[in-house]
């Protein structure tokens, strides 16, 4: 009995500890395999240690569809940063807003209209907004590109979240006080908002930087890809290299594996938090 | 008596009309700070939402050869006909639909029960590093990851196939068969999402009332019993959450579609979003958005169902 009770233990971990490793596997794999050819796989697929580290793939991906990786590279970093920066600000302000007074005259039609815009299928979306960023001559800018990747829904949620955490009281009283509905934000709201925005602003740019739809139709041309566009048209167009794919996919995920290895806890409260009650 | 009332009535209201208007703008002018914090998030939503929302709607009313100029033909209710009459959207439609009902069940069961797993003592002290690798894929882009699943489900190479035969087991088919090609998507993307609804379920579970349970145990309540009925009732929030997420993302499921499997083999993943898709690369853009309309409608639906479960008294 005693040892039943500390082997159960034991054997829930390593079957959780399993698990946890098989979740993790594709990215293992996807490291190995790029430092592996398709006929050092074709021999042994499961190997965990590649036979050498070989760069070829990596060197093979300078130009990709005839682009510098450069291009892509600063486009994501250039893209992500200030797409992820206007979201924060217009996101926090607007929820602001919302908060304090969901019931002034017009308010309701955007957050309803905000809502919506979560349900509509995004990839059909994308085209109407091909047309709109036409129409308002902002195809293939990279201003086009930010403004429309700034609208998050799980970015608003997160600070309507935070904002209706604070005490009420908080606000009237320095209302009460004669305080203007700026000096309540940035005297009383922003002090206390800091962790929020970091958070907002970590969510954001993961978000952000694996978007790829937005960006293959309203950008004009490939000098405009960002990483994970370039891999994906790599995927199906420029015909299809098993290691230079693995090499740029490991480049466009590496990242984002390092910031979320860094900043974990801090991600998945926020995503909860953004999830919790909308 | 008729016509004095009436006069009377109509007096008034001429009286009132100016009235709502100066309290609106003034109302407005009061509160004027609190419309311009609005105002840049309103432009966006309107510019990039809810414009481009009523363009595609728009689009599905007109005939395909005109849709996207000037002077459109309108052509009422004929691309819906069209899209209905097609066996292989209803065919579509009915994949995307069973695809949807069994990923929900999938991945909330599973991430119910890591859920429960996780918040146990038992496994508290390495529940950082699970949390860690089942977050992990939720975060990290789509593209890069779907691709590395669709070479590791690979028939020659593929990580998948070589785990299994090593295990003794068959090989899997992957992407070359109707069936398991839609296996597959629905394990790829399981891997994908059941990270995110783990956490939200862990998240509830950690606000349970304790005395509850606690009455129940003393009361000589089981386990299973006291997660039955004292745990799943106070997780209704969580289920709710998770639910409407869920729905909403696998409706629409697309990029693991465009990426591992393009609709086939045979039409066995076309979902709806991604068949759209290929018929706007058609240029049969009525079609494509009479499609999208649809879909939208069948979201809707959806999400206002989970809504009213989320909102329904609850009569314990």
Same mark, same amino acid.
């Given at each position: ?278 | ?42 432009? /966006?939503?309107?510019? $990039? #939402?809810?414009?481009?929302? %009523? +363009? !595609?709607? =728009? ?6 050869? @005109? ?85 590791? /489900?690979?028939?020659? $190479? #593929?990580?998948?196939?070589? %785990? +299994? !035969?090593? =295990? ?6 992957? @992407? ?141």
């Amino acid at each position: 009995m005693s040892a039943m009770r500390r082997l159960g233990p034991l054997i829930a971990n390593l079957a959780m500890t399993a698990l946890a490793l098989m979740f993790l596997y594709p990215f293992y794999w996807l490291i190995v395999s790029s430092f592996r050819s398709q006929e050092a796989m074709l021999v042994n697929p499961l190997r965990l240690m590649p036979e050498s580290f070989d760069l070829a793939a990596y060197t093979s991906i300078r130009l990709v569809g005839g682009v510098p990786i450069e291009v892509y590279s600063f486009n994501s970093m250039l893209i992500t940063v200030l797409a992820t920066v206007l979201a924060v600000a217009t996101t926090a302000l607007g929820a602001y807003a919302l908060y304090r007074r969901p019931h002034l005259p017009g308010f309701k039609f955007v957050q309803f209209g905000f809502l919506l815009t979560m349900m509509y299928p995004a990839m059909l979306l994308v085209i109407p907004v091909y047309l709109v960023m036409f129409r308002i001559g902002l195809l293939g800018t990279y201003a086009g590109l930010v403004m429309f990747l700034a609208l998050q829904p799980i970015l608003f949620l997160m600070f309507s979240q935070f904002f209706r955490s604070i005490p009420r009281d908080l606000m009237d009283s320095a209302k009460m006080d004669g305080a203007s509905e700026w000096q309540v934000l940035t005297r009383v709201v922003l002090p206390i908002a800091q962790p929020v925005v970091n958070t907002v602003f970590l969510i954001g740019f993961l978000l952000n930087w694996k978007q790829w739809l937005p960006i293959l139709v309203v950008a004009a041309s490939p000098d405009r890809y960002t990483l994970p566009v370039a891999l994906l048209a790599m995927n199906t167009e420029y015909g299809i290299n098993f290691q230079s794919t693995m090499a740029l996919a490991a480049l466009t995920t590496a990242p984002i594996v390092v910031l979320f290895l860094l900043t974990q806890r801090r991600v998945i409260g926020g995503f909860v938090a953004g999830a919790v009650k909308g | 008596m008729q016509s004095p009332m009436l006069t009377a009535n109509s007096a008034n209201a001429g009286a009132l009309q100016p009235g709502p208007v100066m309290a609106w703008m003034l109302l407005i002018w009061q509160h004027r700070v609190l419309y311009l914090m609005l105002l840049p998030f309103a432009a /966006l939503t309107l510019t $990039f #939402g809810l414009w481009p929302i %009523a +363009l !595609s709607i =728009l689009v599905s009313f007109t005939e395909n050869q @005109t849709a996207l100029s000037d002077a459109a033909t309108y052509v009422g209710l004929e691309n819906f006909q069209a899209v209905i009459a097609d066996p292989e959207f209803r065919h579509s439609l009915s994949l995307t639909l069973l695809y949807t009902a069994l990923s929900v069940v999938l991945n909330l069961s599973l991430a119910l029960a890591l859920a429960l797993a996780l918040s146990g003592p038992t496994l508290k002290r390495g529940a950082t590093f699970y949390k860690l690798a089942l977050f992990m894929p939720v975060v990290t882009p789509e593209v890069a990851t779907f691709i590395v699943w669709k070479w590791m /489900l690979n028939q020659d $190479f #593929g990580a998948v196939n070589a %785990a +299994l !035969s090593s =295990l003794g087991l068959p090989a899997f088919a992957g @992407t070359t068969k109707a069936d398991s090609a839609f296996i597959a998507l629905v394990i790829v993307e399981l891997w994908h999402h059941v990270g995110f609804y783990t956490v939200v379920f862990l998240t509830n579970l950690q606000l349970l009332d304790a005395s509850l349970d606690e009455a129940a145990r003393m009361d000589g309540a089981g386990r299973a019993r006291r997660i039955w009925s004292i745990w799943i009732p106070q997780l209704r929030p969580a289920i709710a959450i998770n639910s409407l997420y869920a729905l909403i993302s696998f409706l629409k499921t697309f990029t693991a579609v465009i990426v591992i499997t393009k609709g086939g083999p045979n039409f066995a993943t076309n979902f709806v979003s991604y068949y759209a898709y290929t018929k706007f690369d058609l240029a049969q853009y009525g079609k494509a958005t009479a499609m999208a309309t649809i879909l939208f409608v069948i979201v809707l639906a959806l999400t206002l169902l989970v809504h009213l479960y989320s909102e329904r008294k609850d009569y314990r």
